[in-house]
Each structure stands twice: as structure tokens, then as C-alpha cells.
């Protein structure tokens, strides 16, 4: 069955999914139409109704109208992207293929969208048995709970060279169902793949004191799964806390095999995070926001800090710190936490930029772009 629910209320946690989506897709079809071929691909594997209805009594689209929207308006692109809508429930697909047909009909530039009435794992499985190679594809797969994605699934799609998946991981569903009799957490052994890295996740767990620990315990699992058992050695996670509650409520996971790929989904998602310390962040905090100035800036230090610990030994280009270091595959830091931190640091005269050769370029003779003083990536950054 599907989730009727969760199309009643369109929240700050759906928008800041559906955000980071819409500003990946881009870039991404983008870079890959440089390379590729006529065909690209765009899945939404748990597509949905198409539209939430507010309790104001507005509505507001769904991803597959976010995606069709942004696809459409790529020029050239646009006629090269087949798109594919898979939802389970058959009362939310009919609605979803009205909308989306009806998108398509005042937006002919895209290709007719293709649409599946079943299961995403059933669905993908035989698409992926029939294709040797996989066009360019970016795989949106949000479930509501923790059911219906299979790990070989996911490790089929990242075999190909550039497919992407970018996926909704539901920690506290994970979390609930490791808690249950043993013999009721197939889901997760379908989720992970295999019954022993479930009892291994469950043996972690149980021996972790704090909800901090066992959150990490479990996302740094699924991660590590993403790495060592698929292609997508490149993966990223982005938290999103709770609503009422100062806990995790769920992770969107980006995993791809190309670094930059992974670097630009840093930024974007790094643009839509926000914390207490305000935006700029791999985490949207929601309870915990107060709205207040903070004291303390902790994330930020943290960040300052690394810039700093890096000069330690002399100059760095600027290129190192935006283009090396973010494309890095355990690096968390992306090329705006970088750029940021440098402008804080010469702000404060914590740092000097300079050009090559040495010659200091202070902010106030360097081009602004949005207000910030630019950082070319010739230019390199020292310790005053
Ligand atoms: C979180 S909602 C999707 C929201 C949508 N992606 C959006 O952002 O507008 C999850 C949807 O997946 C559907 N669903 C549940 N299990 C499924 C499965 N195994 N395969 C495909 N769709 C499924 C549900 O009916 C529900 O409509």
C-alpha cells in the first residue's frame, strides 16, 4: 500500500529534498551530456501522487513534476532525457500519470514520460538484467519507510559507470525494525543485503550506549556498504533532524562513482543545510533551530581550523582547497564550506591571499560576486 499521509502536508524536510534535487539535476545531465551519447536518464523510483495538498488547502508538486520542470527547461538537453515514473500504489499512480501527462502536454520539448505501476526493486531488477549498459542515469529512490529497496538493486544501478542514486535513508525505521525479534527484520536483510550484515548492524547497535552512537553506528554502515560492496565509492549523507524532536528523522544519501560529481552535490547540498550557526551545512536542523545569533560556532571553527591546520607548512593554492580536497572521497567538506572558511579567515586576519609569485590580493582589489569578495583558483591563500 501506498502512503495516502504523506501527501498532505507539504514540509520544510520535503522542499529541502526536492531542492537538492532539482539543483543536482543540472550540473549533472549537463556533465554527462558532454561526454554521452542521445540517451539520458532520469527514475524516480517511489514516485508518488505528483502533488501535496496543504492543510491551507494549497498544493504544492511532487519530485516528479520538480524533475520535469528542470528538465524542461535544458534547452537541447531536455528532448534527450527519458524519464521514468515508478510508483506501487495504483489509486496514487493513476493521479500521478494525470499530472504528469498533462506536464508533458503543455511542455512537448521533453520525451513522452514512461510509467510503472509495480514495485521499484521488481522494476529495476529486470531493467538492469536486460542492459549491458546503462545511459547516463540519475535514480531518485524515497521511500516512506524502509521497505522496497533492494541492496543488489542499488548495486546494479551503481555498476554503470554514470548512474547516480540519490536515496532516502529512514534511520529511525532502520533503527525501530534492528530493535524487533530477529526473525522479523527481512526488510532490513533485503535493505543492507544479506541476513549476516543485519545481525553484524544489530550486534553494533545493542552495544552503543547513547542515540547519537547507534545513529551513527548505522549510517556509517550503510555508508560503508555503498563503498566497499558498489562502484559508488563516492558517497555523501545529509541529516535532516526531526521536526519536534532533537533527533535524527531520516538521511538523503547521494552515492555516484565520480568525484565530481560527488563534489558538486556537496555544494548543493551544503547550500540547503542550516543550522543553529545559520545556513551552510550536510545537515538541516529543524527543532533545534532557535533563531538566535549563537555564541558559539563550533561547525565553523572546525572547518577555520582544518583551513589553518593545511598552511601550517606554507601557502596552498586556492585550487587545492576548492577543487582537490572537496573531490577527495572521505573528505565531508565541500568547495563552499572552503570558500567560505578562507573569506572568514582574511576577514579576520587570519589569513593573506596572494597571487602567484606572492603578491598579496587583498579583498577590496578582487572582483565581488554576490556581495563576497571572488577567489580565482591561481590565487593561493598563506597564514599572516
Ligand atoms: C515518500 S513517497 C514519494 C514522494 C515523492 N518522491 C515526492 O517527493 O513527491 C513514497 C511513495 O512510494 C510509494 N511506494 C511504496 N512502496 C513502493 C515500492 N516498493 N515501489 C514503488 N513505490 C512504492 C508509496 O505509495 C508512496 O507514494
Redesign the pocket.
Known amino acids: 500500500?501506498?502512503?495516502e499521509g504523506?501527501f498532505g502536508d507539504y514540509r520544510a524536510q520535503?522542499l529541502a529534498?526536492?531542492t537538492i534535487l532539482t539543483k543536482y539535476l543540472k550540473p549533472f545531465y549537463t556533465i554527462v551530456n558532454k561526454s554521452s551519447s542521445r540517451n539520458l536518464v532520469y527514475i524516480?523510483?517511489?514516485?508518488?501522487?505528483?502533488s501535496?495538498n496543504n492543510p491551507d488547502g494549497s498544493t504544492s508538486d511532487?519530485?516528479?513534476l520538480h524533475a520535469l520542470m528542470t528538465i524542461a527547461e535544458m534547452g537541447d538537453i531536455a528532448e534527450k532525457v527519458s524519464t521514468v515514473f515508478?510508483?506501487?500504489?495504483p489509486a496514487?499512480f493513476e493521479q500521478l500519470k494525470e499530472r504528469v501527462l498533462a506536464f508533458h502536454a503543455k511542455n512537448p520539448n521533453i520525451r513522452r514520460p514512461q510509467f510503472a505501476n509495480?514495485?521499484?526493486?521488481d522494476v529495476m531488477a529486470k531493467v538492469l538484467a536486460r542492459t549491458d549498459q546503462l545511459a547516463p542515469a540519475f535514480v531518485?529512490i524515497?521511500?516512506?519507510g524502509v521497505?522496497?529497496v533492494d541492496f543488489s538493486v542499488v548495486e546494479g544501478i551503481l555498476q554503470h559507470p554514470k548512474a547516480e542514486v540519490f536515496l532516502?535513508f529512514n534511520i529511525d525505521g532502520v533503527r525501530r525494525v534492528l530493535g524487533l525479534d530477529p526473525t522479523q527484520r527481512s526488510v532490513l536483510a533485503r535493505l543492507l543485503g544479506g541476513t549476516e550484515r543485519v545481525t553484524e548492524l544489530a550486534r553494533e547497535v545493542k552495544s552503543l550506549r547513547s542515540a547519537a552512537d547507534r545513529e551513527l553506528a548505522i549510517i556509517n554502515h550503510y555508508e560503508s556498504l555503498l563503498r566497499t560492496h558498489t562502484n559508488g565509492k563516492y558517497v555523501v549523507s545529509f541529516r535532516i533532524e526531526a521536526e519536534n524532536r532533537r533527533s535524527v528523522s531520516h538521511y538523503l544519501i547521494h552515492a555516484c562513482q565520480h568525484p565530481m560529481g560527488f563534489s558538486i552535490m556537496k555544494d548543493v547540498m551544503w547550500t540547503v543545510g542550516e543550522t543553529d550557526e545559520g545556513q551552510g551545512s550536510l545537515r538541516l536542523d529543524q527543532a533545534s533551530i532557535t533563531g538566535v545569533i549563537p555564541l558559539f560556532t563550533p561547525e565553523k571553527n572546525a572547518i577555520d581550523d582544518e583551513v589553518t591546520s593545511h598552511l601550517q607548512h606554507g601557502a596552498k593554492s586556492v585550487r587545492f582547497f576548492l577543487k582537490e580536497l572537496p573531490m577527495d572521497p572521505t573528505n565531508r567538506l565541500c568547495r563552499a564550506a572552503y570558500r567560505e572558511a578562507i573569506l572568514r579567515l582574511e576577514e579576520r586576519g587570519k589569513v593573506v591571499v596572494q597571487a602567484d609569485g606572492g603578491t598579496p590580493k587583498p579583498a577590496h582589489e578582487r572582483q565581488k560576486r554576490k556581495g563576497k569578495p571572488t577567489l580565482g583558483e591561481a590565487f593561493f591563500v598563506r597564514l599572516k
Request: aromatic residues 14%; proline residues 6%; glycine residues 20%.
Open positions: 500500500m501506498g502512503d504523506h520535503t529534498k526536492h524516480d523510483g517511489f514516485a508518488g501522487r505528483g501535496y511532487g519530485s516528479p515508478i510508483e506501487k500504489d496514487l509495480a514495485g521499484f526493486s531518485f524515497d521511500p516512506c521497505d522496497g532516502f
